[in-house]
């Protein structure tokens, strides 16, 4: 059974406030968002196994260790999952950029597809899934359940803000997928919105609402 991972550092966790801040304007919470999932997805790769190299310094030859293993892809899931992109290829640029698109049925809370574009070697990579909400845990479930339909198997799920009932879906779906997030909150209201949360993560990116 994958693990459901809480990465509490300080500095996620005072970032994490001022997004649930109501008074966050957009561009200060896209930055926000920017910077927590770049301080996730450098807890999240911990475990990336290293080899060791041969360099030659100015001075001597060092061995040293560099990363070895898959290589990377980043699957965002459309719309707020954008937001987390670029700090992610802020540590690991040469990962490739795959797209899912869900959206939330508003009356029965439901994943539906509505895109879905992976790097042409996407089983032969990790795959690290983006998306600031976990709240019925539906859409990355659903999401989890396209990539792994493309034949990839290697997967984690970064989410910034979950619900208890968010984890155990995912972990109920899809027991081999390691879940990360920076907050676990209360629960869900009526509408399947994360309490306290911070609201619609896609309208606060973006600015939509
Ligand atoms: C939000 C969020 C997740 C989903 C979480 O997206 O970004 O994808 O809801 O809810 P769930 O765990 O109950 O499925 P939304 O459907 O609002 O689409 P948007 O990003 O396009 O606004
Ligand atoms: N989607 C969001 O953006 N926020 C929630 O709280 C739940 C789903």
Known sequence: MASAHILDHPLLQHKVSMIRDKNTGTKEFRELVKEIAMLMVYEVTRDMPLKEVEVETPITTARTKV??????????????????????????????????????????????????????????????VLDPMLATGGSAADAISLIKKRGCNNIKLVNIIASPEGIEAVRKAHPDVDVYVAAVDEGLNDHAYIVPGLGDAGDRLFGTK
């Open 67 to 128: 990363i070895a293993g898959k290589m990377v892809g980043i699957v965002p899931v459309l719309r707020a999952g954008l937001g987390m992109v670029e700090g992610v290829l802020n540590l690991i640029p040469g990962a490739k950029v795959g797209h899912i698109g869900l959206y939330r049925d508003p009356e029965t809370f439901q994943a539906v597809e509505y895109y879905c574009k992976l790097p042409v070697d996407a089983e032969e990579r990790e795959l690290i």
